[in-house]
């Protein structure tokens, strides 16, 4: 991370003490400008995409190649327990599109009330786990399931809360696939999935200059074992919330390292996003699909969450910068992965190099003073304090300044 980056991430983690702000003002002067370090791009990359309502009406997924300038190969649906995942009615359409159904499998009912991990290891669930087992192989095309993603944080019913261990949610995902290999749905592939380890904190940003403490949502131990997974996914969004702003690489890199140690799977990036509001989408876009993701050795695809949520504008037609930003990098012959390509992907992939360094610019970040003045909003009083103190230091420094001078003025009289 250069030192602009460090800089930033200081800001993002509170506002440093006037000290702190004099060092931060020297690092913005020796930061280098925008660059991107690391391996060349060695492989294609399958474009991926999650479209609200697309199973309702597929032509959306038509609308979608015709905005982008290209058909996708992965497209997501999440169906929940409180019915069938794998109706031929749902997916042929996508199949028909040339693309592979991703199919996040939610363990919750219709009105999100979680199924209880431990009723499922025990087996109260097997029923319906082996019906739509069944229903999965009867469609006969290959899957992409991915089974109660994002494991490691505290949102979903099936996430690190309660009594729920990385230990039962291994001994959960086995028991799954399992019922699946019995039931001859070979055609199943499984995707392991979690949030990205924001292990720096909870925007991706290092401890620096007086940071708060950080928010880990450590993923390792909750990994099945490469006899039980296919695939492993990757979550993370740049949110763009109170000044955040995060290159693709700062969310990413990381997990990338964490999961090429842990497995030589393949790595899909099962939802990635960037709110348009908190700097420029268009050159983060360009950016993350142009720059950083290609150097990401291990990354056979990316799947856009082109939906609003949680006041993060991530749909792509946000704005006319990103959408162009958007058909202009997919464009490039990286992303001209099939999808029989895709599922020709080799399960055991070479170990991989290390994540690259991020950019030190250029992909949309705010200038300094915009990143401060939402911290500077948040944290009045202590505002208030370092702006009086570095005020303070320049009143003594200017009447020290003059007081030198008319004493040398003096002395030449």
Wanted: proline share 9%.
């Amino acid at each position: 991370m250069g030192a602009l980056a460090r800089v930033h991430a200081a800001l993002l983690r509170g506002l440093p003490r006037p000290a702190g702000l004099a060092l931060a003002c020297l690092a913005i002067l020796a930061a280098p400008s925008a660059a991107i370090a690391g391996p060349a791009p060695s492989q294609a990359i399958g474009l991926g995409a999650w479209l609200p309502h697309s199973a309702e009406h597929p032509r959306l997924i038509d609308r979608f190649a015709r905005e982008v300038g290209r058909r996708p190969v992965i497209l997501s649906l999440y169906p929940s327990w409180s019915r069938r995942p794998f109706e031929a009615s749902v997916l042929n359409p996508i199949w028909n599109r040339g693309a592979v159904p991703l199919i996040t499998w939610e363990p919750w009912s219709s009105t999100e009330e979680g199924i209880p991990l431990r009723e499922i290891a025990r087996g109260r669930y097997d029923p319906y786990i082996r019906r739509s087992a069944r229903e999965a192989a009867a469609w006969g095309h290959p899957i992409l399931l991915r089974f109660a993603h994002e494991m490691n944080g505290t949102w979903y019913p099936w996430g690190r809360r309660g009594a729920n261990t990385p230990r039962l949610y291994v001994r959960v995902w086995r028991h799954v696939v399992r019922l699946f290999r019995e039931a001859g749905a070979g055609n199943v592939q499984w995707v392991w999935a979690p949030e990205v380890n924001e292990e720096a904190g909870p925007s991706g940003a290092l401890p620096l200059l007086g940071a708060g403490p950080s928010h880990p949502y450590p993923f390792a131990r909750y990994y099945p074992g490469d006899r039980w997974v296919d695939w492993v996914g990757l979550d993370g969004f740049n949110w763009g919330k109170g000044g955040e702003w995060q290159s693709f690489t700062t969310i990413f890199a990381n997990s990338y390292d964490t999961v090429i140690h842990l497995t030589r799977r393949p790595i899909i990036v099962t939802e990635t996003a960037s709110n348009e509001r908190g700097g420029e989408k268009g050159a983060w876009i360009s950016s993350a699909l142009g720059e950083e993701v290609p150097r990401f050795s291990r990354i056979r695809a990316v799947v856009w969450f082109n939906e609003a949520f949680s006041g993060v504008a991530a749909r792509l037609d946000s704005s006319p910068a990103a959408l162009s930003a958007f058909r202009a990098a997919v464009s490039s012959p990286l992303y001209s992965l099939s999808r029989g390509e895709l599922l020709a992907t080799p399960h055991s992939l070479p170990s991989g190099t290390p994540a690259p360094p991020g950019p030190s610019g250029g992909y949309g970040e705010p200038s300094f003073v915009e990143r401060l003045l939402p911290q500077l909003r948040r944290n009045l009083p202590w505002s208030a304090l370092a702006i009086l103190g570095i005020a303070s230091l320049l009143g003594i420094c200017a009447a020290l300044g003059v007081r030198w001078s008319r004493r040398w003025r003096g002395e030449r009289a």
